[in-house]
């Protein structure tokens, strides 16, 4: 079993920045994939970001520019550094890795909330 363990969320005014991060409890140094989704409530849960094992990166077109998805593999940690916050970017965030074809496993969530 893989744990992964969301930190950094928290209240911060529109226009702030933020930065999540996910520590996993094995190496990510040949992991398929990473990424940060998020809820919010009443609506269903959505890709942010996400990172590859060879280094790319995608990003939802609400969070381009703002947003960015980071891996340190030496700290099997990943990074989402969030700029410029705006009230709808308020959710439930989940850190996502992929090992191999069918090894998924999802972090607990944390909560960003952005007032205005």
């Known amino acids: 079993q893989v744990l992964l363990v969301e930190s950094g969320g928290g209240l911060v005014q529109a226009g702030g920045p933020l930065r999540l991060s996910c520590a996993a409890s094995r190496s990510i140094f040949s992991i398929k994939a990473m990424g940060w989704y998020r809820q919010a409530p009443g609506k269903q849960r959505e890709l942010v970001a996400s990172i590859f094992g060879n280094g790319n990166t995608n990003y939802a077109d609400s969070v381009k520019s703002r947003f960015t998805i980071s891996r340190d593999n030496a700290k099997n940690t990943m990074y989402l550094q969030m700029n410029s916050l705006k009230p709808e970017d308020t959710a439930v965030y989940y850190c996502?890795?992929?090992?191999?074809?069918?090894?998924?496993?999802w972090g607990q969530g944390t909560q960003v909330t952005v007032s205005s």
């Open positions: 996502n890795a992929v090992w191999g074809s069918s090894n998924i496993y």
